[in-house]
Every structure is written in C-alpha cells, then in structure tokens.
C-alpha cells in the first residue's frame, strides 16, 4: 500500500514530441505528489508539484494530470528538447508523514 | 530553496577503512534523510530522522550509521567500507511535502 509504481522504466522521445510519465499510488492518506528531474551526477530536484484537490497544475512546459479516484498521475513533457534528457521520479507523501515514497525512476533521453 | 550541502562529493577509499560522509542544511528543517542510489537507478532510503537526537532506520538495509546533534547537521558513517558500499548516497530535508536533495557524494571503495 506505501508503493508508487511508475511507468515507462525508459523513454526516448523526438526533440519537439510529447513526453508522457505515469505513475499510480494506493494509499489514500497521500496528500502531496512531486516529480523530480535528476541529472547525472546530480541530486534529484523538484520540478512541480500537485495536491488531490486539483486535477492539472501546468508550468511552463511541464504539466501534471492528476486523477484522484483512479490514484493516477502523470507528467506530461511539452516540445520535449534534448535537454530534457533526464531520470524523473515521481513521489507522493502526507504532509504530517516523514516518508516520501518515490517511483522507481524514468530514463528519459530526447533525440535532437 | 533548501541549501543542502554534502562532502565530500567524490571519495575513494580502500576496504576497511572508516569513513564519514557530511551533510548540512541551512533552512532549519527538522527533516533529514539518507538515500542509497546507483547512477540513473531507485532511490533507497537508509536513514531519516524527524529531529535532533532522533534516528530512524530506513527501509534498506545498511551497515551505516548516522547521528543528530544539531538540527543542520546529519553525517553518516561507515565504520569498515567494504565494494559493496560503492554507490552514490544523498542526503536530503523535507519542509511540508517537499523534500530537496544534496548534490551527492559519490563513493568507490576498492
């Protein structure tokens, strides 16, 4: 019940194509899904976030979908550019937890 | 944005020797976490903790270990590396549902 199952495990894109991550939670006590974008070498950072009380949150060409009664979120990559090449991880957590349960992880590489 | 700083970034060291990685916030989070992670892989949490002087284990199992004295420090240990150790470890601090991550230290134990 504490899992998040994420989908595609890798992705590869055309440059200017639609980039599209899924993600799927069981525990309805989550409050708070974020999507985090990691470079190689680096530490994962945030990218957007959302709350159940919203269905799309959308900055600047990333856009999260949400859908609450199917326990269902994904990360939607507009005009995918090569670099956007990335690892992205989504998580969800309850703001009173301590954990953050994130997504096994989606290879990203965009094709210039 | 959290300010979490990690050192050092790189270290490779022999077997058996013992080592500490740093980890430091400046925003006051209560907060702090361990993660295990190969390049480009899962992240694996081996400790959190929810305050000064308190330390949890996280969910894979580790031969590390790790304190909380003050709020803006939580370094790990390890007390003999071994290979099997070689991975990259991150540390992060959480305020409400974010949760913001150290640039890494990455570890190779020969």
């Known amino acids: 019940q504490q899992q998040v199952k994420q989908s595609p495990q890798s992705l590869i894109v055309q440059k200017g194509g639609i980039s599209i991550i899924n993600c799927a939670y069981e525990?309805?006590?989550?409050?708070?899904f974020p999507w985090y974008q990691q470079f190689p070498g680096k530490g994962p950072a945030l990218l957007i976030a959302?709350?159940?009380?919203?269905s799309e949150k959308k900055e600047g060409r990333f856009t999260i979908s949400f859908n609450k009664s199917a326990k269902q979120f994904s990360l939607h990559i507009m005009d995918s550019q090569p670099g956007d090449s990335a690892t992205y991880f989504c998580a969800a957590s309850s703001t009173g937890g301590f954990k953050t349960i994130f997504g096994a992880g989606t290879r990203l590489f965009v094709k210039a | 944005e959290a300010d979490i700083y990690q050192t050092p970034r790189y270290l490779v060291i022999g077997t058996g020797k013992k080592i500490t990685l740093e980890c430091s916030q400046t925003?006051?989070?209560?907060?702090m976490y361990w993660y295990q992670q190969d390049p480009g892989m899962e992240l694996h949490l081996i400790h959190y903790s929810y305050g000064v002087n308190s330390t949890e284990k996280g969910d894979l199992s580790s031969e590390s270990t790790v304190s909380r004295i003050r709020t803006e420090h939580f370094p790990l240990t390890l007390e003999s590396a071994r290979p099997s150790h070689t991975s990259q470890y991150l540390c992060a601090s959480r305020v409400v549902g974010m949760q913001y991550f150290g640039p890494g230290t990455r570890l190779t134990v020969t």
């Open positions: 525990n309805t006590a989550f409050d708070y």
């Open positions: 959302i709350r159940p009380d919203v």
């Open positions: 925003m006051g989070h209560d907060k």
